[in-house]
DNA sequence: GTCTATATCTTGATAGAC
DNA sequence: GTCTATCAAGATATAGAC
């Protein structure tokens, strides 16, 4: 999976590095974890990072932006399509991320969010990957709003604060060491969504 | 005004410490942030960081948090109090926000959140200061709606939607350089305070 | 209280043996 | 491709002259 072709006889080293370093980017932040951290944690020699990342820090971290960006937009996919009731499926899905987030012990439930503050004013590479990828969740979830009925501009706006609100009340939720913010925003969200199916 | 007596006589270094703290904290992150930079953007010398703040850069991160967070409560009281129409001083916030926001070149207009996000796993002193500038936040909005006819805890629950709202709309906009996120958090942002005068 | 010099540690990154 | 040793530069923090 880590190229083209895949023997399977790969124990993909680079994988296990992605993985550790999303892991420690959303608990420690971009400038907050060490190259040296990431690969104990990936359990591969130091020097591996550099063999499959010659572009160092900054290549790392704009795979692990990019492909968790992915994953998670199969993922918030999955979780509302099943959904015909495009209130109820925001609702629910606010709850679900209220869940995760103790789950996480209060680590960021966004693997993006706090690297995305950090880069967005020093490093205009993985600014542009936050950006693309926070704009492929907005496409997405325009998308399932506009298959209920809500205009295409008017989807990808309710998309759009929808979003924010998710990851504001991740913040809030964060610093108070409390599910509240998010079950609280989650019923903003439904009313957000409820007015754009009402035409405003 | 560092102290309890202020003859007058004092250049103040410590405040203008305190305010290089706060500007490089919202552009850089805290961990990103080098004490040296703080001394030199200060026109301070090195040691007087450590005069004024004898615990280190934990110590000023959690003055940067308390302070601004104070001064930005006086801030949205002054901003939001004058209107009486609890919806309409709602949607004007977010675009004079949405202006801050171009004006500051997509730096963080709130000057808490990069360093809420960094700390709010790694740093529990740090991760308090945050919560408890939140939450003052939280209590003043509340406050303002309550007096529009909110009930208290409907309030309450409508301030925290909001400022979740604005401090992920902040997210979106500095990750695409655009105001458009906020400007559109704003109508979504008078929308939930508009149900919940209607009560729900 | 101001300021410089420095100690100590950690960072990102590289070289080179295997 | 794997792994170790090491570099130069950065960090936080301290000591001590003035």
Redesign the interface.
Known sequence: MSKGKDTGTTPDTKQRIVTAGTELFR???Y??TGMKQIAEAAGAPFGSIYHFFPGGKAQLGEEVIRTSGAVYLGLVAALMEPYEDRVAATGDAFAAAADTLSEL????PCPI??V???V???NETL?QA??DV??SWIDGLAAYYAGGGIPQTAAR??A??V???????F??G????ST??VL??G??AA??V??ALAG?
Chains 1, 2 share one sequence.
């Open positions: 608990r420690r932040g400038t907050g012990d209060f680590a960021d969010a706090t995305a503050m950090e967005a004013s020093t600014r936050t950006s926070f704009d706006e309710t759009s604060s979003i924010a609100l998710l990851e504001g009340a913040m809030l964060r610093a108070a060491r509240a913010p609280t925003a019923k903003a009313a957000v409820r007015a405003e």
